[in-house]
Protein backbone atom coordinates (compact mmCIF):
# COMPACT_ATOMS: atom_id res chain seq x y z
CA UNK A 1 0.00 0.00 0.00
CA UNK A 2 1.42 3.51 -0.91
CA UNK A 3 0.96 6.50 1.49
CA UNK A 4 0.71 9.59 -0.89
CA UNK A 5 2.55 12.58 0.89
CA UNK A 6 0.07 14.64 2.16
CA UNK A 7 0.32 18.58 1.01
CA UNK A 8 1.48 19.75 4.12
CA UNK A 9 4.88 17.13 3.89
CA UNK A 10 4.89 18.00 0.64
CA UNK A 11 5.45 21.91 0.44
CA UNK A 12 7.77 21.38 3.41
CA UNK A 13 9.94 18.57 1.73
CA UNK A 14 10.05 20.75 -1.27
CA UNK A 15 10.84 24.10 0.56
CA UNK A 16 13.96 22.53 1.88
CA UNK A 17 14.50 20.63 -1.27
CA UNK A 18 14.00 23.23 -4.14
CA UNK A 19 17.21 25.49 -3.96
CA UNK A 20 19.01 21.64 -4.58
CA UNK A 21 16.65 20.52 -7.44
CA UNK A 22 18.07 22.54 -10.78
CA UNK A 23 20.03 20.09 -12.95
CA UNK A 24 20.17 17.46 -10.30
CA UNK A 25 19.31 14.26 -10.31
CA UNK A 26 17.14 12.78 -7.84
CA UNK A 27 15.95 9.02 -6.45
CA UNK A 28 12.86 8.41 -5.91
CA UNK A 29 13.32 5.17 -3.59
CA UNK A 30 10.10 2.90 -2.34
CA UNK A 31 8.63 5.42 -5.37
CA UNK A 32 4.97 4.42 -5.12
CA UNK A 33 2.91 6.37 -7.08
CA UNK A 34 6.02 8.59 -8.06
CA UNK A 35 4.88 11.62 -6.26
CA UNK A 36 8.28 12.69 -5.27
CA UNK A 37 10.01 12.43 -8.24
CA UNK A 38 7.98 13.66 -10.52
CA UNK A 39 7.55 16.70 -8.25
CA UNK A 40 11.15 17.48 -8.19
CA UNK A 41 11.19 16.68 -12.07
CA UNK A 42 8.55 19.31 -12.55
CA UNK A 43 10.83 21.98 -10.64
CA UNK A 44 13.46 21.74 -12.09
CA UNK A 45 15.17 18.15 -11.52
CA UNK A 46 16.94 17.06 -15.31
CA UNK A 47 16.41 13.33 -13.94
CA UNK A 48 14.34 11.47 -11.53
CA UNK A 49 15.06 7.38 -11.00
CA UNK A 50 11.73 5.42 -9.43
CA UNK A 51 12.67 2.63 -7.58
CA UNK A 52 9.69 0.04 -6.86
CA UNK A 53 8.96 -3.82 -6.54
CA UNK A 54 5.30 -3.66 -6.59
CA UNK A 55 4.01 -4.09 -10.58
CA UNK A 56 0.49 -2.33 -10.20
CA UNK A 57 2.49 0.74 -8.41
CA UNK A 58 5.15 0.65 -11.21
CA UNK A 59 2.25 0.94 -13.59
CA UNK A 60 0.92 4.25 -11.50
CA UNK A 61 4.05 5.96 -11.85
CA UNK A 62 4.18 5.26 -15.83
CA UNK A 63 0.79 6.14 -15.98
CA UNK A 64 1.55 9.89 -13.65
CA UNK A 65 4.20 10.15 -15.53
CA UNK A 66 2.41 10.86 -19.08
CA UNK A 67 -0.54 12.70 -17.30
CA UNK A 68 2.37 14.88 -16.04
CA UNK A 69 4.03 14.90 -19.53
CA UNK A 70 7.09 14.04 -18.14
CA UNK A 71 7.55 10.63 -19.59
CA UNK A 72 10.80 9.92 -21.47
CA UNK A 73 14.46 9.49 -21.60
CA UNK A 74 14.16 11.76 -17.98
CA UNK A 75 12.39 9.41 -15.59
CA UNK A 76 13.65 6.46 -15.44
CA UNK A 77 11.37 3.68 -13.49
CA UNK A 78 13.00 0.67 -12.31
CA UNK A 79 11.42 -2.11 -11.05
CA UNK A 80 13.00 -4.14 -8.58
CA UNK A 81 13.47 -4.08 -4.66
CA UNK A 82 14.98 -0.96 -3.42
CA UNK A 83 17.69 -2.23 -1.24
CA UNK A 84 18.62 -5.00 -4.18
CA UNK A 85 19.36 -1.97 -6.57
CA UNK A 86 21.12 -0.09 -4.11
CA UNK A 87 23.93 -2.93 -3.29
CA UNK A 88 24.03 -3.24 -7.06
CA UNK A 89 26.79 -1.77 -9.85
CA UNK A 90 23.37 -0.81 -11.41
CA UNK A 91 23.44 2.01 -8.41
CA UNK A 92 26.40 2.91 -9.10
CA UNK A 93 25.81 3.62 -12.90
CA UNK A 94 23.43 6.07 -12.47
CA UNK A 95 25.56 8.68 -10.02
CA UNK A 96 26.06 10.83 -9.34
CA UNK A 97 22.99 11.67 -7.55
CA UNK A 98 21.90 14.91 -6.11
CA UNK A 99 18.92 14.04 -4.20
CA UNK A 100 17.37 10.87 -2.66
CA UNK A 101 13.75 10.60 -1.11
CA UNK A 102 13.98 7.14 0.92
CA UNK A 103 10.38 6.44 1.60
CA UNK A 104 9.67 3.05 2.97
CA UNK A 105 6.78 1.19 4.06
CA UNK A 106 6.06 2.62 7.84
CA UNK A 107 5.54 -1.05 8.65
CA UNK A 108 9.07 -2.37 7.69
CA UNK A 109 11.68 0.47 9.50
CA UNK A 110 14.50 -1.67 9.25
CA UNK A 111 14.47 -0.95 5.14
CA UNK A 112 14.91 2.50 6.05
CA UNK A 113 18.02 2.11 7.72
CA UNK A 114 19.55 -0.55 5.11
CA UNK A 115 18.44 1.95 2.35
CA UNK A 116 20.32 4.89 4.49
CA UNK A 117 23.29 2.52 4.82
CA UNK A 118 23.73 2.03 1.60
CA UNK A 119 23.76 5.58 0.70
CA UNK A 120 25.66 6.38 3.37
CA UNK A 121 28.89 3.77 2.31
CA UNK A 122 31.68 4.85 0.07
CA UNK A 123 31.63 4.01 -2.79
CA UNK A 124 28.08 5.77 -2.90
CA UNK A 125 25.87 6.93 -5.78
CA UNK A 126 25.12 10.22 -3.99
CA UNK A 127 27.16 13.45 -4.67
CA UNK A 128 29.13 15.02 -2.21
CA UNK A 129 27.03 17.54 -0.61
CA UNK A 130 23.94 15.60 -1.82
CA UNK A 131 20.77 15.33 0.32
CA UNK A 132 18.94 12.35 1.29
CA UNK A 133 15.28 12.70 2.85
CA UNK A 134 14.11 9.69 5.02
CA UNK A 135 10.16 9.49 5.50
CA UNK A 136 9.12 7.51 8.40
CA UNK A 137 6.76 6.93 11.33
CA UNK A 138 7.63 9.66 13.99
CA UNK A 139 8.48 6.99 16.27
CA UNK A 140 11.13 5.04 14.17
CA UNK A 141 13.60 7.99 14.12
CA UNK A 142 16.86 6.98 12.25
CA UNK A 143 20.57 7.22 13.33
CA UNK A 144 21.96 10.74 13.04
CA UNK A 145 24.88 9.72 11.04
CA UNK A 146 25.09 7.17 9.28
CA UNK A 147 28.03 6.18 6.74
CA UNK A 148 28.79 9.44 4.73
CA UNK A 149 25.27 10.75 6.11
CA UNK A 150 24.97 13.46 8.67
CA UNK A 151 21.42 14.19 9.50
CA UNK A 152 20.97 18.15 9.69
CA UNK A 153 17.29 18.72 10.40
CA UNK A 154 14.01 16.67 11.07
CA UNK A 155 10.28 17.59 11.20
CA UNK A 156 7.89 15.91 12.14
CA UNK A 157 3.99 16.11 10.62
CA UNK A 158 1.87 13.82 12.66
CA UNK A 159 2.19 10.24 12.64
CA UNK A 160 4.82 11.08 9.86
CA UNK A 161 8.74 12.61 10.00
CA UNK A 162 10.74 14.15 7.74
CA UNK A 163 14.75 13.58 8.15
CA UNK A 164 16.92 15.58 6.07
CA UNK A 165 20.92 14.60 5.57
CA UNK A 166 23.81 15.75 3.88
CA UNK A 167 26.32 13.69 2.52
CA UNK A 168 29.82 14.54 3.95
CA UNK A 169 33.32 14.58 2.91
CA UNK A 170 34.83 10.81 4.05
CA UNK A 171 36.77 12.63 6.10
CA UNK A 172 34.22 14.30 7.96
CA UNK A 173 32.48 10.94 8.92
CA UNK A 174 32.41 9.83 12.27
CA UNK A 175 34.35 6.97 13.07
Known amino acids: ?25 VLDLFAGSG ?8 RGAIRAIFVERDRRAVATIETNL ?12 IRRDAIGWLG ?11 VAIVDPPYDQPDLMVMALDHLGRSPTPMGR ?7 HFWRD ?5 IGLLAS ?9 ALTFYRVVDPAEAPA
Open 1 to 25: MTRPLSDRVKQTLFAVLDPSLRGAT
Open 35 to 42: AAGIEALS
Open 66 to 77: ERAHLAGPEALV
Open 88 to 98: SSDAMAHGPVG
Open 129 to 135: GSIVVAK
Open 141 to 145: QPPDT
Open 152 to 160: DRARRFGDT
